[in-house]
């Protein structure tokens, strides 16, 4: 079975240029989350969705950063303009909910976009 | 103060060796715990899923919980140079709700 495929796996840009990560989940995976990981630190939660819905979206920068999940399966996550303190990993996640809608603590992420922004 | 500490390392030791790794959170809501494993250039993924207080083994992997001290450790025996990563502890408030909190990792690197 495919994990979760993000892409482009590297990008660099310029400062005030825009840019899009794309995203898509295990199949039937309901839940997803972009995570942006900054060098030496763990993931911090930018956004999650449960189906098309954003549930959790306090951490993201809503004056710069754009998410969509159409359809409930592919998401984007989209910055602009980019800022230099925008370099970093972003990360892609999904999740299932077992019987019960209880969650089982396991992410499944892919294997991140990496953002150099110059 | 961050909710969830924890020593980045890195903490470098012989192959063989026993390793223990650890975190320290402040809110007392966080209820179930997991340990990723994130190599070079790659997501996390799942090691070990805790909720109650007290140890949960897997292999060479234990797993320690005391919530009276908001304290969590994993054990690794017999470590080997393919355990060489970095560790991050993640939390979460109760089984319902999917967003994780993650400490900051610790990098761990095992030599032959």
């Known amino acids: 079975e495919a994990g979760v495929v993000q892409s482009p796996r590297y990008k660099i840009i310029e400062k005030k240029q825009p840019v899009a990560f794309w995203c898509n989940p295990i199949?039937?995976?309901?839940?997803l989350y972009w995570y942006r990981q900054n060098l030496g630190q763990g993931p911090e939660l930018l956004i999650r969705y449960e189906n098309e819905e954003a549930v959790d979206d306090s951490q993201l920068p809503k004056d710069r950063f754009s998410a969509e999940r159409l359809k409930g399966v592919d998401s984007t996550l989209k910055i602009q303009p980019a800022e230099l303190g925008d370099s970093a990993v972003y990360l892609c996640?999904?999740?299932?909910?077992?019987?019960?809608?209880?969650?089982?603590?396991?992410?499944?992420f892919g294997e991140g976009s990496r953002l150099t922004v110059l | 103060q961050k909710e969830v500490e924890q020593d980045p390392g890195p903490l470098s030791v012989p192959e063989g060796a026993i390793v223990s790794l650890n975190c320290t959170y402040s809110n007392s809501a966080f209820q179930y715990f997991m340990w990723y494993r994130q190599y070079s250039r790659k997501g996390p993924e799942l090691l070990m899923y805790?909720?109650?207080?007290g140890n949960k083994e897997d292999g060479r992997f234990t797993a320690q919980v005391d919530k009276s001290s908001k304290y969590i450790s994993l054990f690794i025996r017999d470590s080997q140079p393919s355990d060489s990563a970095t560790y991050l502890c993640?939390?979460?408030?109760?089984?319902?709700?999917?967003?994780?909190?993650f400490g900051k990792g610790t990098m761990l690197l095992v030599s032959p």
């Open positions: 993640a939390m979460t408030r109760y089984s319902g709700y999917s967003t994780l909190t």
């Open positions: 996640a999904s999740s299932l909910r077992g019987l019960a809608g209880v969650f089982t603590g396991e992410l499944f």
């Open positions: 805790t909720y109650s207080s």
């Open positions: 199949s039937g995976h309901n839940t």
